[in-house]
């Protein structure tokens, strides 16, 4: 019953032959009388004679044979004995073997305007036929237009959510339930928000509730939990209905699920960015982290530092052991090279055996030259495989960037830098000034 309360509607939950075994506050002050007196009959009761007649011949039916039955357009009696225009939605729920059918109701506004409408048009000595009939038409219109709407609901292949103004869920669609694994009687009476995954903090919840303020409309990406406790990303749009009575008030959110084509997009960008046998950044990557690095060195006078590693000894690994060794040797490389620097620093495979490592703010000359005696002497350290171990070197070119260096020059002088410790010494370091030229060298 609390939980009936909860809900803004008129709702009654009867068993299988009628019998009304609980019904909310809303339906109470919909029809007057006490709570006590409407447990003791069936739902029969409700009813005037025509609507009961079409209750028991073609609504029970349809319920029982398929546990749901919409839009219904029926008469309501109250304990009055005033009839009321309404909608009816029926929903069958089974709960640990017990079968229970819960009635929701709507009262026909759109009806109760049209009869006070016609009361007005036959008060008035000059209402005419044509106003009749044009009444009339509005009202079939009206009428269609309702019908296709629920139709459209029903029958939409993405889920679709309705709240009222405080974000209450009234109604979900049958997409829905198959999106999430919600029922309609699962989610009635929980807020949007209640879905949303932990990822969205109250600030991501704030924005979206300013952009439907002022916009009446928000659309974009939001994590939400199914029923089955998994999460899913879904593309939402949600609309704010404003009417003139501010309780009908109403948001309606169309929700699709995106989460293969999110990761999908997450691999081709993977592959487009990072190398494949190493998950390193590769050149691409590796330039565009260096030109932002360098434009913001320009701004206040950092100093970055380029080290262009070749290996030494690498082919021979490939032509005596095969391929797969010099996969797992290139793999144990970029993982020695991760553990040696910072966490703002950049560890990149520009293909091949050739490494680049980016150092920000790496302090003075010396510091970046034991930098590279360490890469140096991680290198050096024996990679064994399942029946073989190799041992490899490297050659290391470094460039320091000055306040007229852009990315592609940077990385031109440590190759060539590079270069020139390989001819003269291998497994050795050597600097390349911004103007150029070789500064010096350091042999391991």
């Known amino acids: 019953m609390a939980r009936l309360n909860r809900l803004p509607c008129a709702v009654i939950e009867t068993n299988r032959e009628g019998r009304i075994l609980a019904l909310n506050t809303a339906m109470l002050k919909l029809v007057g009388g006490e709570e006590e007196l409407?447990?003791?009959?069936?739902?029969?009761?409700?009813?005037?004679?025509?609507?009961?007649?079409?209750?028991?011949?073609?609504?029970?039916?349809?319920?029982?044979?398929?546990?749901?039955?919409?839009?219904?357009?029926?008469?309501?009696?109250?304990?009055?004995m005033e009839q009321v225009p309404i909608f009816a939605n029926c929903q069958r729920v089974e709960t640990e073997g017990e079968e229970s059918f819960y009635w929701v109701f709507f009262v026909s506004k759109e009806r109760v305007r049209f009869e006070t409408e016609l009361l007005n048009a036959k008060k008035r000595a000059e209402a005419s036929a044509l106003d009749l009939a044009e009444s009339l038409r509005r009202q079939r219109e009206a009428d269609a237009a309702l019908r296709l709407s629920a139709t459209v609901f029903e029958s939409a292949l993405d889920a679709m959510i309705v709240a009222d103004r405080s974000n209450n869920v009234l109604l979900v669609n049958p997409a829905f339930t198959r999106l999430t694994g919600f029922a309609c009687a699962d989610i009635v009476g929980r807020t949007f928000q209640n879905l949303w995954s932990e990822r969205h903090d109250k600030s991501f919840a704030s924005s979206i509730d300013s952009a439907l303020t002022v916009q009446h409309r928000w659309e974009g990406e939001i994590w939400i939990r199914t029923r089955a406790g998994s999460e899913i990303l879904t593309q939402q749009a949600i609309s704010f209905i404003e009417e003139e009575d501010a309780d009908a008030n109403r948001y309606v959110a169309i929700l699709r699920d995106i989460t293969e084509r999110k990761q999908r997009t997450e691999r081709l960008?993977?592959?487009?960015?990072?190398?494949?046998?190493?998950?390193?950044?590769?050149?691409?990557?590796?330039?565009?982290?260096l030109k932002q690095l360098l434009d913001m060195a320009k701004r206040d006078s950092r100093r970055i530092a380029l080290l262009f590693l070749d290996l030494n000894g690498f082919k021979a690994v490939n032509d005596r052991f095969g391929h797969d060794a010099g996969d797992r040797v290139l793999q144990e490389v970029a993982a020695r090279l991760r553990k040696l620097v910072r966490p703002g620093d950049i560890v990149a495979r520009l293909g091949g055996d050739e490494f680049v490592v980016v150092l920000d703010q790496p302090g003075q000359r010396e510091d970046v030259n034991g930098v590279a005696q360490r890469v140096i002497e991680a290198i050096a350290l024996p990679i064994s495989g399942p029946d073989w171990t190799a041992q490899i070197g490297t050659s290391i070119g470094i460039a320091l960037n000055d306040a007229d260096s852009d990315a592609r020059t940077l990385l031109k002088q440590a190759d060539i830098a590079m270069y020139h410790t390989k001819v003269h010494s291998r497994n050795s370091s050597q600097n390349k000034n911004s103007n150029g030229r070789i500064s010096g060298s350091t042999e391991t």
Request: aromatic residues 10%.
């Open 269 to 289: 960008r993977h592959l487009a960015l990072y190398d494949s046998l190493t998950s390193l950044p590769n050149r691409y990557l590796l330039l565009e982290h």
């Open 38 to 80: 409407w447990l003791t009959r069936d739902l029969d009761a409700l009813f005037p004679t025509p609507s009961r007649i079409f209750l028991q011949t073609h609504v029970w039916p349809t319920v029982l044979r398929d546990g749901r039955a919409s839009e219904l357009r029926l008469q309501l009696l109250t304990e009055k």
